[in-house]
């Protein structure tokens, strides 16, 4: 059972209406020992989606840390709140939303903020959500998508203070009219992708398994079982799982499929972050 969910939202973000609490209580409810708050820091997001708020998904690190420690303090603890009597450690992190010019501003904010964990995100192409159908207009899904993981590349070398890659083939869930049909990114971006993982793998930081995947109807996580794969081949072992709740009934979903995907590719452990340093927690065989 994996007992640490280390992505999720709360109404800090912008497409998320539920408060801090409540999801810690939801956490609680799902008997996790830990979770991470990774707010929406998708700096510059593209105007023309939101045009009345210029802070669209760009949460104000000080209020999100504010909250936190009040949460925290809730048991009288540094780190750890109480409430349902249970006892949850509750991780201050930020997802990253790359873009090339954001590397220094990204910088700052790390070195400024008591973070515990960010996660880097490729939400965007040319500055193009692909959440829009419009963004796939004028590209077939291959050119797209080779964009896409080829943007992801460069941030992530540009791109200095992360320490895991978000669901990476995150984009495959927009492909218009993709009737049933689950495109195999890995199949067709193998080069781009060993490049990516092999750049994880050799930085020291960790790939991501989100397993709002199955939420959407993927029926697998981000990535796919084939990059999963393929990033154990090149010697890849660190791995966070996280559930990208926005809502409370959403913490943890997908977290048993996912552990049994996992361990049947030889994965051992998975990582969680305080204070942006790693602790690696072997997957038990227990599962209640
Ligand atoms: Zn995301
Ligand atoms: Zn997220």
């Known amino acids: 059972m994996i007992r ?28 996790l020992e830990g979770i991470c708050f990774t707010e929406h820091m998708d700096l510059d997001y593209p105007r023309q989606y939101f045009p009345s708020d210029p802070n669209a998904f760009a949460a104000d690190p000080e209020e999100v840390f504010r909250e936190i420690r009040r949460l925290r303090g809730l048991a009288g603890h540094d780190d750890a709140g109480v409430m349902n009597n249970s006892r949850i450690s509750i991780g201050f992190g930020l ?49 797209l998508i080779s964009r896409y993981y080829q943007e992801m590349l460069s941030n ?28 195999d990114s890995y199949e067709r971006h193998s080069d781009v992708i060993d490049e990516i993982l092999r750049y994880v793998i050799s930085s020291g930081k960790c790939l991501e398994v989100n397993t709002a995947g199955y939420k959407y109807g993927l029926g697998q996580p981000n990535p796919s079982p084939a990059i999963l794969k393929r990033y154990r081949q090149l010697g890849g072992e660190r791995i966070t799982v996280g559930a990208d709740a ?18 049947s590719l030889g994965f051992r452990t998975y990582s969680v972050f305080k204070q942006r340093r790693m602790r690696e927690i072997q997957f038990s065989s227990i599962s209640s």
Not at 100 to 109: E, N
Not at 248 to 261: D, N, S, T, V, Y
Request: charged share 20%; net charge negative.
């Open 4 to 31: 640490y969910d280390t992505h999720m939202h709360s109404s800090f973000s912008t497409d998320s209406d539920a408060s801090m609490e409540s999801m810690v209580a939801g956490a609680q409810k799902a008997g």
């Open 156 to 183: 992530i070398k540009a791109m200095k203070e992360w320490d895991s890659l978000a669901h990476m083939d995150y984009i495959i869930r927009y492909i218009p009219n993709q009737s049933g049909h689950v495109y």
């Open 246 to 263: 926005h809502a409370p009934e959403h913490i943890a979903g997908g977290f048993i499929q996912a552990e049994k995907l996992l361990l």
């Open 95 to 143: 997802e990253f939303g790359m873009q090339p010019h954001l590397a220094d501003r990204f910088h700052d904010i790390a070195q400024s903020c008591h973070l515990d964990y960010i996660v880097a995100s490729q939400h965007l192409v040319d500055s193009m959500d692909p959440y829009y159908p419009e963004a796939w207009e004028g590209f077939t899904p291959d050119e």
